[in-house]
């Protein structure tokens, strides 16, 4: 039985729509049984995020440029890194924490933590009528697709990950990657690489904790849909870009493939009548 209250710092990013922003943090403000240090990084083109002060709450905001979600991250993780917390959540700001989803979370990271282990503990997203959205996910390198895991068990051979909407990382995990994402990511792929990263530097434990529960708004902000064709054009750029970056870095011996593969993605797409989205996936994967 754990006596004391633990500590966790927790990174918003917000990109428009404050209410969302505002359902967030208000939701944060009800956890219960643990303490908060919540940064909160303004990435909006306008600097319209909610403000704090009169909820008589720690919420500590930034303003940066809009460089992507790694990059916005990475200016709450050096804020955090000398805070006395056991790990950082990484939260996106249309994903809303229900009763106790943080300290669960927490608790799924402690139980199995160990001196040199690093630990990657994720949330259960729910849609908004509380149906299972999405437990984590497994990408599989060989086939140049990723699934979708809505139970506890996984295919052979696939860098299994916890969603980045809501990501909790251990202190080991931090100092492994020395307190920053790859900020080459724009959007996608992000929580794959780290991942990726930190099972090639040592010993990894991925916890998809099912009593830690977060209603997302799929989607909600970056138009990136429920599924691969509601993407929008931005979404499908980026997609495939970031998808070329995680190959070159970690799986090259699969990029003749990926380069073939990707043909026909385009080639679906212009048979489709999709010239936009064609187009998307050409500059995506192919552009500088």
């Not at 530097?201 to 991925?206: C, D, I, N, R, S």
Request: include cysteine; charge should be positive; glycine fraction near 10%.
């Amino acid at each position: 039985m754990v006596d004391r209250i633990p500590s966790l710092g927790v990174i918003v990013v917000h990109f428009g729509q404050p209410a969302l922003t505002l359902r967030c943090i208000q939701h944060l403000q009800n956890q219960r049984g643990i303490d908060l240090e919540v940064v909160l990084v303004d990435n909006s083109p306008h600097g319209d995020a909610p403000t704090f002060q009169d909820l008589g709450w720690r919420v500590r905001t930034l303003r940066c440029s809009n460089h992507g979600f790694a990059h916005a991250n990475n200016q709450g993780l050096a804020q955090l890194r000398f805070a006395p917390v056991e790990g950082v959540l990484l939260l996106n700001n249309d994903a809303f924490a229900l009763e106790g989803a943080v300290h669960a979370l927490w608790w799924s990271m402690n139980r199995v933590q160990r001196p040199g282990l690093a630990v990657m503990a994720g949330g259960c997203l729910l849609n908004e009528d509380g149906t299972l959205q999405t437990r984590g996910g497994c990408w599989l390198p060989k086939r140049g697709h990723g699934l979708v895991l809505m139970g506890d068990s996984y295919p052979e051979g696939g860098v299994v990950y916890a969603s980045g909407a809501a990501l909790l990382l251990n202190r080991e995990a931090l100092e492994r990657l020395n307190w920053q994402l790859d900020e080459g990511y724009f959007l996608y792929f992000e929580e794959v690489d780290t991942a990726e990263r930190l099972r090639q530097a040592g010993p990894l434990e991925v916890v998809l904790e099912e009593k830690s529960q977060f209603i997302h708004l799929q989607g909600a902000l970056a138009g990136s849909g429920k599924r691969h064709h509601d993407r929008s054009v931005r979404s499908e750029f980026h997609f495939h870009r970031s998808k070329r970056r995680f190959y070159t870095q970690h799986y090259p011996e699969y990029l003749p493939k990926m380069h073939f593969l990707h043909v026909l993605v385009v080639l679906k797409r212009l048979f489709q009548g999709d010239i936009g989205r064609a187009m998307a996936v050409i500059r995506g994967f192919w552009g500088r």
